[in-house]
C-alpha cells in the first residue's frame, strides 16, 4: 500500500513548493541590488558582442591611462621648476612681536632663511621648531608669494631669575622655568625663591607685580632685589637699596596690601624710611620694626 504524503488534508513536512522554498516564515528573502555603477557596467559589457567592442574598450582604458600619467608628469615637472626657479627665492622676513629674541635668532630657530625658495619652506614644520624653543609662547607664519614670509610671535615674558641645580634661570610670574639666563639676553631680575610648603602663595607673585605696575602698592619694581614665597610669612620683599623687607600675608590679599600701602606712605611723609628695617601685614595689622640704630 502506498504512503500517503498527506493527512488529514495537511501537507506532509517533505512536501516541496515554490512559495514554501521561496519565503522564509511568511517573509519574502531579501533580494541583493547591485550599486548602480556596477549594474551599467555590467549592462554595458552584456552588450558588448564582438571582440571589436573589447578592444575598443581597452583602447579607451589605454587612453585614460596615458593621459593621467601625463598630467602627473606635467604637474612634477612644473612643481621642480618653480622650486628652483629664481622667482620664487625668499628676499624678505618679517618678525613681530620679539622682545627677547632677536630677528636672526628667529630665524635660526625656525630654520628659514633670506636665498631659499619659498615654496620649498614648510610653514608648518617653521612654526613646530618656533613653538619647541623656550621663549615662543605663540607663534604663525604666513607666506606671502613670490618672496616673502611674516612671522608673528608672542614671547614668554620673564618676570624673575630663579637658581635651580647651580643653573640661573628665567621665570614667568608664576615662578615657572623660561630658559637659563644667558649674555645675548641678559635682563636684571629679581631672585625669586619659593619655600617648601609654599606653593600654593605662588599665584599671589602675579597680582603682586600687577599691584606695583597699578600704584597699589608703592614699590619700584627695579628696587626689588628678591621674592620669597613663604608659607608663615606669605610674599616677602626684599629692597636692597634700603635694606629693608615687606611682608604682605596672603590670607586677605588686598587689605593687607592695602595698609601696607598707606603705612608706606605715612612713613615717607614724614621721612621715617629709612629708619625701617621691615614691615609686616598680617592679620588685620602693620608691624613696623625699626633697625638697631633708630632704637637706641
Known amino acids: 500500500m502506498p504512503l500517503s504524503l498527506k493527512k488529514n488534508n495537511r501537507k506532509g513536512r517533505n512536501s516541496y513548493t515554490k512559495e514554501k522554498y521561496a519565503t522564509s516564515r511568511g517573509r519574502p528573502l531579501p533580494s541583493i541590488r547591485l550599486p548602480k555603477f556596477f549594474r551599467a557596467m555590467f549592462g554595458w559589457l552584456t552588450r558588448l558582442g564582438s571582440l571589436k567592442s573589447l578592444a575598443a574598450l581597452a583602447v579607451l582604458l589605454l587612453t585614460a591611462t596615458?593621459?593621467?600619467?601625463?598630467?602627473?608628469?606635467?604637474?612634477?615637472?612644473?612643481?621642480?621648476?618653480?622650486?628652483?626657479?629664481?622667482?620664487?627665492?625668499?628676499?624678505?622676513?618679517?618678525?613681530?612681536?620679539?622682545?627677547?629674541?632677536?630677528?636672526?635668532?628667529?630665524?635660526?630657530?625656525?630654520?628659514?632663511?633670506?636665498?631659499?625658495?619659498?615654496?620649498?619652506v614648510s610653514i608648518a614644520e617653521v612654526e613646530q621648531?618656533?613653538?619647541?624653543?623656550?621663549?615662543?609662547?605663540?607663534?604663525?607664519?604666513?607666506?606671502?608669494l613670490p618672496d616673502r614670509f611674516v612671522i608673528r610671535l608672542k614671547e614668554r615674558m620673564p618676570s624673575f631669575w630663579v637658581h635651580k641645580d647651580g643653573v640661573l634661570y628665567y621665570a614667568n610670574e608664576r615662578g615657572g622655568i623660561i630658559a637659563p639666563v644667558e649674555s645675548r639676553n641678559f635682563l636684571s631680575l629679581p631672585t625669586l625663591r619659593?619655600?617648601?610648603?609654599?606653593?600654593?602663595?605662588?599665584?599671589?607673585?602675579?597680582?603682586?607685580?600687577?599691584?606695583m605696575q597699578s600704584g597699589v602698592l608703592p614699590?619700584?619694581?627695579?628696587?626689588?632685589?628678591?621674592?620669597?614665597?613663604?608659607?608663615?610669612?606669605?610674599?616677602?620683599?626684599?629692597?636692597?637699596?634700603?635694606?629693608?623687607?615687606l611682608s604682605i600675608a596672603t590670607d586677605d590679599w588686598n587689605g593687607n596690601l592695602a595698609r601696607m600701602s598707606v603705612t608706606l606712605g605715612d612713613l615717607a611723609r614724614r621721612?621715617?624710611?629709612?629708619?625701617?628695617?621691615?614691615?609686616?601685614?598680617?592679620?588685620?595689622?602693620v608691624w613696623v620694626i625699626l633697625n638697631q640704630s633708630a632704637q637706641n
Open 271 to 285: 621721612h621715617e624710611l629709612k629708619n625701617v628695617r621691615e614691615v609686616c601685614a598680617v592679620n588685620g595689622n
Open 66 to 120: 596615458l593621459a593621467l600619467a601625463g598630467v602627473c608628469t606635467v604637474s612634477l615637472w612644473l612643481y621642480n621648476k618653480a622650486i628652483t626657479s629664481d622667482f620664487f627665492t625668499t628676499r624678505h622676513v618679517d618678525v613681530t612681536g620679539n622682545v627677547r629674541l632677536s630677528r636672526e635668532m628667529v630665524l635660526q630657530y625656525g630654520g628659514i632663511r633670506e636665498g631659499d625658495n619659498s615654496l620649498a
Open 129 to 144: 621648531k618656533l613653538r619647541q624653543t623656550p621663549w615662543v609662547e605663540e607663534v604663525s607664519v604666513k607666506r606671502l
Open 219 to 245: 614699590v619700584e619694581a627695579g628696587a626689588i632685589a628678591s621674592v620669597t614665597a613663604s608659607p608663615g610669612r606669605g610674599v616677602e620683599i626684599y629692597l636692597e637699596d634700603r635694606e629693608m623687607r
Open 194 to 211: 619659593i619655600e617648601a610648603g609654599a606653593e600654593d602663595a605662588t599665584r599671589y607673585l602675579a597680582r603682586l607685580l600687577r599691584d
